[in-house]
Each structure stands twice: as C-alpha cells, then as structure tokens.
C-alpha cells in the first residue's frame, strides 16, 4: 500500500480565492517594532478576483488586478486594498461573466446576442485584455499599473481610484510592453515590446520614455523607439518578459519560446484560444543574444545577434 504525501504547498488553491475591496484602510498587526523615522507606502498588485457571476477565470494570471498599499508612519502600519477598474474588470462586473479573453481564460460570445450578432462580433478584431494584474511603477510623477498589452491604467496613490487609461500605440509603435522595465536615477524609463517592423516583418522596440517635465506635461507624449532590431521568424516573435541594461548596453536575449500570430489572428474567435494556446515552442531555433550599444544622447546597434 503506497501512502499519498502531500506536498507542503499543497494549499496553493488559496492563492485562487476572491478578496474584496476595503472601504477604508485598517491597522496591520505589527510583530516587533517598525522604526519611527520608515515614513512612506509600499505598493503591491496582483489577482483577485477569479470568479464573476458562474464563470471562473481558470489561470492565476487571469484573476482581475488587485492594488494593495502598506503606509508606514510613526512606527504604525495601515493596509488598503482596491480593484483596478479595467474594462476587463468593469464589463465583467456589469455583465457577470468573462467578456475579455484573458492569458488562460476565454471569453464566450454574449448569450444575449443572437447568432448573426455573434458571426460578424468574429470580424471587429482581437479584443485585448487591459487587466493590469503585473506590476506598478512610475511614469514621470505618476504611477502606473500594467500587464503586458498595449494598455496601463494610472492610479491614485493615495485613494488607490483608478484614473486613467492609457493605449501606448496611441505614443510608440507597439503592441504590447514588458511588465518590468528599467528606471533610471532620474526617472527615465526603458521597456521593450514587439512590433510590425519594416515590410511588414516582426521586430523588437526599445521604447524610451522621459523623466518628469518641467511644464508638467505627459512624459509618456514624449515617448519615442530608440532601437529597433528583427525577429528570427517573420510571423513567430518570441515571448518577451524582459530585458537587460548596464550603463551603455542594452541586452535582448531572444528564446525559442514563440507567439504564433497567425493562429492569434486567425483561430482567436472561431476555435475559442487564449492568450496561452498561442505559445509554442520550437528548439531548433536555439538562442539568440542581441547587444545594443547605446549613449545617453546616440544609440547605435553594433551587434546584430549571437546564437547559443
């Protein structure tokens, strides 16, 4: 007789369960002491929300965002908690159901919808998720919740009240950044993302956008491509979660690991994908390592890639 151990994450189902919103923030129990002089708030996002009305949302990056904020002041703790209000999010509350296709959730056609609504609802294009589930970071003296679409949702710091929502290819050639981009000291932020580059061939941007302006107007207007460098295969960008940057390089390490466009465009509505079924992987391609030279004010591309 084999004996069943369970594995001591073994509750990982937890991390699936719906939070809600608090209406004002409350005391954290506070373990030893904080130093009275830790002044400031401590910004978290993640899922929470994973089910509306019937419907489940079945992947952990599906779940709708969650921003939570941590204030320390005079050796006290508070914690405050609110959703993101996405369209993903809002339309999902209203409607109770999933109406935007997620990373590993679809989103059925409406049932109210009869089916000649539902035929030509397959030709207005691919609807993309602006659940900003990721990551937050600052954006001249604002600061920003995002995913990995096209899409950021600005935030209120202090009341956590979702205030705007941003469309980058409004800015930059583009069709989705990275979560984690690299801030310098003085505010300037780097990211990367994919684009239809040059007779009509898939690409990689670096994407700059400015520190704070002194006119106060939106850095994110004054975004620009700093550099620009092709993808192995034409119509296969590989998955890109990241970057690398040092004082004067810029470091792209491209994987075999690939979004196949076509199957995104063409089987998107009528076979049911998600955001995942479109990855696959192909190990013959191996790794290729893109090295960028760059200067603060001239940003030259002096090695166009190693192969691993």
Request: net charge neutral; proline share 5%.
């Amino acid at each position: 007789m084999v004996s069943r151990i369970e594995h001591p994450a073994g509750s990982y189902k937890k991390i699936f369960e719906t939070c809600e919103e608090l209406s004002e923030p409350i005391p954290a129990v506070i373990t030893g002491r904080i130093p009275s002089f830790l002044r400031g708030s401590l910004l978290r996002l993640g899922p929470g929300l994973f089910e509306v009305g019937d419907e489940p949302f079945y992947h952990l990056f599906d779940g709708q965002a969650l921003m939570h904020k941590f204030d320390f002041k005079n050796g006290q703790v508070t914690y405050f908690r609110k959703f993101i209000k996405t369209d993903a999010y809002v339309r999902a509350i209203t409607e109770k159901r999933v109406v935007i296709t997620e990373f590993g959730t679809f989103a059925y056609p409406d049932p109210c919808k009869n089916i000649f609504s539902r035929f030509f609802s397959y030709f207005k294009g691919v609807e993309v998720t602006d659940n900003c589930l990721v990551n937050v970071y600052p954006i001249g003296e604002d600061y920003y919740a995002v995913t990995e679409t096209n899409f950021i949702t600005k935030v209120d710091t202090d009341t956590l009240e979702t205030t705007k929502k941003v469309d980058l290819c409004n800015y930059v050639n583009v069709n989705g950044l990275t979560a984690h981009p690299h801030i310098e000291r003085d505010g300037t932020v780097y990211n990367i993302g994919n684009c239809m580059g040059k007779g009509a061939t898939l690409a990689y941007n670096i994407v700059r956008m400015p520190p704070a302006q002194k006119d106060k107007s939106d850095p994110i207007e004054k975004s620009k491509v700093v550099v620009q460098f092709p993808s192995a295969e034409r119509f296969k960008p590989s998955y890109v979660h990241s970057f690398g940057m040092s004082e004067n390089y810029f470091v792209f390490v491209e994987t075999p690991v690939k979004i196949n466009l076509l199957k995104f465009l063409s089987a998107w509505s009528i076979r049911g994908s998600n955001y995942m079924d479109c990855f696959e992987s192909n190990e013959t391609l191996g790794v290729r390592h893109h090295l960028i030279y760059y200067l603060k004010s001239t940003y030259s591309f002096i090695n166009k890639s190693s192969l691993v």
